[in-house]
């Protein structure tokens, strides 16, 4: 998450008495759903206590967790808070930030490895190539239903229907092929 902001170092926010928010990097008021927002895109962040000069980021970004709890999006099970709870406290309060954040880092990277996992599955398969070109044809057809659109959705060319079908019939029978290699 150490993504800096386009200036130096974090973008630092202003938390004021009467609860809001204040973005120092674009001079405006600003609510917890841009902080979550910012999070989401990397951006980096310090908020402090506008009187006290106090920082205050640890506090804000419980909260930003409580709203989205609130909000129906529970991604914290019961028991999995229950027990960070019990660990306030114990002896091995001071390893738990640390085994956290390097749980998050291995899920993170994970998630990633998964998904360009599956983009590569597909990548050079006549399956692929299809998927965008439907995917266009959906998009064209959305686009005609906007307002002013009107009759602006291009039609996929007959040619690339009859190269899809050419091409599902050569990756068909070069599947055959394997299994009948397999069966024998």
Same mark, same amino acid.
């Given at each position: #998450? ?16 009467? $609860? ?15 902080? =979550?927002?910012?999070? /989401?895109?990397?951006?980096? @962040? ?19 967790? #409580?709203?989205?709890?609130? /909000?129906?999006? +529970? #991604?914290? %099970? ?5 027990? *960070? ?7 091995? +309060?001071?390893?738990? %930030? ?9 899920? /993170? $990277?994970? +998630?990633?490895? @998964? ?13 692929? !190539?299809? =998927? ?6 959906? !998009?064209?057809?959305?686009?005609? @239903?906007?307002?002013? +659109? =009107?009759?602006?959705? %291009? ?5 690339? =229907?009859? &190269? &899809? ?6 990756? *068909?029978?070069?599947? /055959?092929?394997?299994? !009948?290699?397999?069966?024998?």
């Amino acid at each position: #998450m150490k993504k800096a902001a386009p200036g130096t170092g974090p973008v630092i926010i202003k938390k004021y008495a009467n $609860r809001r928010l204040y973005n120092t990097e674009t001079s405006s008021y600003i609510t917890l759903d841009h902080l =979550a927002a910012m999070t /989401r895109e990397g951006r980096d @962040f310090k908020v402090i206590d506008a009187k006290t000069e106090d920082d205050i980021t640890h506090n804000v970004l419980t909260q930003i967790i #409580m709203e989205e709890e609130a /909000r129906g999006s +529970q #991604m914290l %099970p019961v028991n999995f808070l229950r027990q *960070l709870i019990s660990l306030y406290g114990d002896s091995m +309060q001071a390893m738990v %930030p640390g085994y956290l954040e390097a749980s998050m880092e291995s899920f /993170r $990277r994970n +998630q990633e490895q @998964f998904k360009s996992t599956i983009e590569g599955a597909f990548a050079n398969s006549p399956f692929a !190539e299809m =998927a965008k070109r439907n995917m266009a044809m959906f !998009e064209a057809a959305s686009a005609a @239903f906007k307002p002013g +659109q =009107a009759g602006a959705a %291009p039609e996929a060319p007959a040619a690339q =229907a009859g &190269d &899809d079908v050419s091409a599902l019939k050569a990756e *068909l029978a070069r599947l /055959r092929d394997k299994i !009948e290699k397999l069966g024998k």
